[in-house]
C-alpha cells in the first residue's frame, strides 16, 4: 500500500515527535514512523524517563534507609521490592506513550509502525512493505550504545543503560565501564540498592562535561556514598563466566575486578542502520553522524537531520528545540536554536547541572573572568531539607560582568539550573541576576548569593 505525506518523520523520540507536532501545528499533512511500536524514543522507553523513574524512587529510598531516623522517621521494616519497582517504571512510560499517541492525534499526524529504508530520493519503503512518498522528510532516528569489541552486549549481565534499565533483580557487584552521566546515574540506582558499584573511567575524572569544580566534587560525594572510582584506567581483557573478570591498567600497575554484571556506558553513537542513506547519497561523518547546514539540510536539501543523528549534545531537550526548529524551517519561517545556553544535567545525588562555559572553557578561549561561588551549607532552605551538599558556581565576563556560564552542584539542581539558562538567554550580568528578589527559604537564593559573590558582595558567606 502507498501512502503520500508532505513531511515524513522517521523517528518518534523526542526530536522526531515534537518536529511531527510542531510541522502539523504549521498545517502540514505528516506521517511520522517509528520502528518500535510504542511512540516516544529512547528518551521515553529506554533513557530519561525510565533512569529517572528508577533515579527517584531509590533516592526516596536511600534517603528514608540514611538520613530518615535522625528525622524522626521510624524506619524499621523499610525494604525494596524490585519488580514493583520496574512495574512502576513500566506504568510511567506507557502513560506518556498514550500521551503522544493523543497528542498525534490531536494533531492529525499519521503513526505508522514500520522501519523505513530509503527506495528513492521522495520514497521510502517501511518493513511492513507500505511505501511511502513525501514532499520532504526529517530524519530523526537517534543513537545507540557503543559496545567494547571484547564485551558484546547480552543485556543481561553484559549491560548497555537498556539491559541496565530492566534487570530482574539488583547485581551484587557491579561493574562500571565509562563514568559519564549513564554511568553515574544508573551507578547510584544500584549503589542505593546495595549493590557493590566499581567505576574503570578512561581519564582522569568523571563526567569529563563538567566543570572540573563540580566533577571532583560529585565524585567525592559519590565516593562517600559507597561507589568506587579507578580514573585513568583502562580495560585490557574481559573473561565471562560464573561471573565477569576485567584486567584493568590503572596508574599503580594492572589490577583485577570481578563483578556479576558490567555495565558498558562510554558514549553513545547515532543510529542509521537500516535506513538506506547510502540508496539516495546522504552524507554523514566518520563517526556516522548525518551531515547537515545550519537549517538541518542534509546534502538532499528536502531532507533534514536533528537529534542524536547530528553533531551536538545527545539530549533529549536539544532534540525537540531542533524539532520545532526544523518544522518552522520547512513552513517557511526563520527560527533559531541558541546552542550556547543548552543545559545539561546528571540526575544523581547531588545532581548537578551546568549551562555555559566551564571554567576551562573560558581559559581556552582566552577570556578574562571572575567567579562567584555559594554553598547550599549556608542555604537555609537546603539545611531545612537535610541537602546542604553542593554549590553554585557563577563564572562572569571580568569586564562586562555578563554572565558566560553556570554549574550548580545540589539537590534539585535540575529545577535551579532554569534560572541559570532564562539569565544567559537575556545576557544578563551576574549585577542583575543577584538584584532579582528571590523567595525565602529556597533553594534559589544560593543563584542569587553566587551572584551576589561575583563582585564579593555575599551576605550570608
Ligand atoms: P531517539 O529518542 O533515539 O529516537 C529515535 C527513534 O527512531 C527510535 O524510537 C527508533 O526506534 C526510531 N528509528 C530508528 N531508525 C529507524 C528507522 N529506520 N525507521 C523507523 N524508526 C527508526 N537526555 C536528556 O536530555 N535528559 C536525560 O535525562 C537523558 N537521560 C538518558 C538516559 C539514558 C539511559 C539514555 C540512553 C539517554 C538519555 N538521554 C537523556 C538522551 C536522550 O534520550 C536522547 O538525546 C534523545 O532520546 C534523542 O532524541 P532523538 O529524537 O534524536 O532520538
Ligand atoms: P558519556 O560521553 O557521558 O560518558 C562516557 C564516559 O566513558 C566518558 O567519561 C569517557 O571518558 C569514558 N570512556 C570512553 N571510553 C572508555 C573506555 N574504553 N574505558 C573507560 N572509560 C571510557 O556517555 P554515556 O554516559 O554513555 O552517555 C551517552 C550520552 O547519553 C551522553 O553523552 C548524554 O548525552 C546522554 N545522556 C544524558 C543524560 C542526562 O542528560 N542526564 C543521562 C544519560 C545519558
Known sequence: ???????????????????????????????????????GGTCLNIGCIPSKTLLHTTESYWKLLHHGQERGLETTGLSVNFSQMMT???????????????LF?????????????????????????ETITFKEAILATGSEPIALPFLPFDEKRILSSTGALSLEAPPQKLLVIGAGVIGVELGSVYSRLGSEVLFIEFLDCICP????????????????????????????EATVQDSITLQVETPSGLQTFTGDAVLVAIGRKPYTAGLGLDTVGIATNPKGMVLVDRQFRTNLSHIFAIGDLIDGPMLAHKASEEGVAVAEIIAGK??????????????????????????????????????GVFPFKANSRA?????DDGFVKI?????????????????????????????????????????TSHAHPTLSEAIKEAALAVNGRAIHK
Open 383 to 387: 539545611k531545612c531539607n537535610d541537602e
Open 209 to 236: 562535561a563538567l566543570d572540573h569544580s563540580l566533577s571532583k566534587a560529585l565524585q567525592e560525594s559519590l565516593t562517600r556514598q559507597g561507589m568506587q572510582f579507578y580514573l585513568s584506567s583502562k580495560v585490557i
Open 334 to 371: 526563520k527560527p533559531l536554536v541558541d546552542y550556547s545556553t543548552i543545559p545539561q544535567v546528571a540526575y544523581t545525588y547531588p545532581e548537578v547541572a551546568a549551562v555555559g562555559f566551564t571554567e576551562k572553557e573560558t581559559q581556552a578561549l582566552c577570556l578574562t573572568i571572575k567567579t
Open 1 to 39: 500500500m502507498n501512502k503520500n505525506c508532505d513531511v515524513l518523520v522517521i523517528g518518534s523520540g523526542p526530536g522526531g515527535y515534537v518536529a511531527a507536532i510542531r510541522a502539523a501545528q504549521l498545517g502540514k499533512n505528516v506521517l511520522c514512523v517509528d520502528k518500535r511500536k510504542e511512540l
Open 88 to 102: 512502576n517504571k513500566r506504568k510511567v512510560i506507557s502513560g506518556f506513550n498514550a500521551g503522544i499517541a493523543g
Open 395 to 435: 563564572i562572569a565576563d571580568a569586564a562586562s560582568d555578563e554572565i558566560l556560564g553556570v554549574h550548580i552542584i545540589g539537590a534539585h539542581a535540575s529545577e535551579l539550573i532554569g534560572e541559570g539558562v532564562v539569565a544567559m538567554q537575556n545576557r544578563m550580568t551576574s549585577q542583575g541576576l543577584a538584584e
Open 105 to 129: 492525534k490531536k494533531n492529525k499526524i499519521t503513526h505508522l509502525c514500520g522501519q523505513a529504508s530509503f527506495r528513492g530520493t521522495h520514497e521510502v519503503q517501511l518493513s511492513t512493505g
